[in-house]
């Protein structure tokens, strides 16, 4: 089983590119992750967003602006 830079194992659920060329890729943590079915996606315009196993989020516009979600519970720490 794979794991992420992060040390998690997970199995691959789904991925691909759309005709857009939009890349999205899904993964399942387990029962034991804040958010088990995490994913991630990238845009042909260099924005990208990240749902985490640990329940935060991660979007970037692709232009310099992005925006940070915590995990539940974390007590707003990044």
């Known amino acids: 089983m794979p794991t992420d830079n992060q040390g998690n194992s997970y199995e691959y659920k789904s991925s691909g ?3 857009q060329g939009n ?3 899904s993964r399942d943590y387990g029962s034991g992750a804040s958010n088990s079915n995490s994913y991630h996606y990238s845009n042909s315009n260099g924005s990208y967003y990240y749902s985490n196993p640990n329940g935060s989020t991660y979007h970037n516009n692709g232009q310099g602006g992005s925006n940070y979600t ?3 519970n974390s007590g ?3």
């Open 17 to 19: 590119t759309n005709s």
């Open 23 to 25: 890349h999205y890729c």
């Open 70 to 72: 915590p995990p539940p």
């Open 76 to 78: 707003g720490k990044k």
